[in-house]
């Protein structure tokens, strides 16, 4: 075989097409062709894997800069009240604050999941005894006393 032909048997077998038109003669071009054709396809489909990663990737970061760009409006606003009430409901929510809206901005772009965030807002209740909102030092030792 010449090159063009080495190459095109090469192309047509890792996108496993296989036409037949070029055949291997010699046994031990078969056995190299069998360990070539195995490895050819795995490389191909982790190259088309990485192509549709980078993809993914891409609109997921596009979608985090149209994010970043959109002006807050009432909607944005609403949504982000309805998820703290969600989120911590019994409480105030006649605004939102620095933290609750990074929190809301990344379940907004699907950085995060309410379910994850449960957990630690169980956690953050259990700890805050004297039902402030907030964890304090004075929470730090009626913790304390309770443990003793």
């Known amino acids: 075989w ?4 080495a190459v095109y048997h090469c192309f047509v077998t890792a996108t496993t097409v296989g036409y037949g038109d070029q055949t291997i ?3 031990d071009g078969r ?9 050819s ?14 993809r993914s990737n891409r609109k997921a970061q596009l979608s985090k800069i149209e994010q970043l760009k959109k002006r807050l409006d009432d ?5 982000m009240l309805q ?7 019994g409480l105030d929510h006649a605004g939102v604050t620095e933290l609750e809206f990074a929190i809301c901005m990344m379940l907004e772009l699907g950085e995060l999941k309410t379910e994850q965030l449960t957990p630690f807002i169980k956690q953050f209740r ?8 907030t964890l304090n030092q004075d929470d ?5 006393r309770l443990a003793d």
């Open 2 to 5: 010449g090159y063009f032909d």
């Open 25 to 27: 003669e010699t046994q």
């Open 31 to 39: 056995l190299w062709a069998s360990f070539h054709m195995a490895i």
């Open 41 to 54: 396809v795995i490389l191909l489909g982790e190259m088309i894997g990485r192509i549709d990663d980078a």
């Open 75 to 79: 909607d944005l606003l609403l949504n």
């Open 83 to 89: 998820r703290m009430k969600e989120l911590r409901p």
């Open 126 to 133: 259990a700890l805050d005894v004297d039902h402030s909102g």
């Open 140 to 144: 730090i030792l009626a913790i304390k």
